[in-house]
Nanobody, 133 residues
Framework: VQLVESGGGLMQSGGSLRLSCVAS????????IGWFRQAPGKEREGVAC????????HYADSVKGQFTISSDNAKNTVYLTMDNLKPADTAVYYC???????????????????????????WGQGTQVTVSS
């Protein structure tokens, strides 16, 4: 099983980027997929997650209204669209996944629980996002 992120790069402040996370050897609608980021010298933090089976999503307060998580289940891909980027958004962005039982959803979890690193057990290699002022 594998997750591969792409779409990172260098952007000017105020710009937009869309990150992609493609899953291999498992179907995203049976998992909760999260996006995490780690800025230099800081701990990794969860920014958004989604259960592609029903589209339920959670966001960290720091990115609400700025980031949008979505999925294309036919492509087994989850996206993170980031608007109005700021230098503070500079980080390595990771996608991660954990399996859920039939009928389970991110809607049944609190945002704080859904955005913790535990219980995610599948991780991508990360993609760098750098925002210049």
């Amino acid at each position: 099983v594998q997750l591969v992120e792409s779409g990172g790069g260098l952007m000017q402040s105020g710009g937009s980027l869309r990150l992609s996370c493609v899953a291999s050897e498992f179907t995203v609608d049976e998992y909760i997929i999260g996006w995490f980021r780690q800025a230099p010298g800081k701990e990794r933090e969860g920014v958004a997650c989604i259960s592609p089976g029903d589209g339920a999503a959670h966001y960290a307060d720091s990115v609400k209204g700025q980031f949008t998580i979505s999925s294309d289940n036919a492509k087994n891909t989850v996206y993170l669209t980031m608007d109005n980027l700021k230098p503070a958004d500079t980080a390595v962005y990771y996608c991660a996944a954990f399996g859920i039982s039939p009928g389970q959803s991110a809607a049944q979890m609190s945002a704080s629980d859904a955005l913790k690193e535990d219980p995610y057990d599948i991780w991508g290699q990360g993609t760098q996002v750098t925002v210049s002022s």
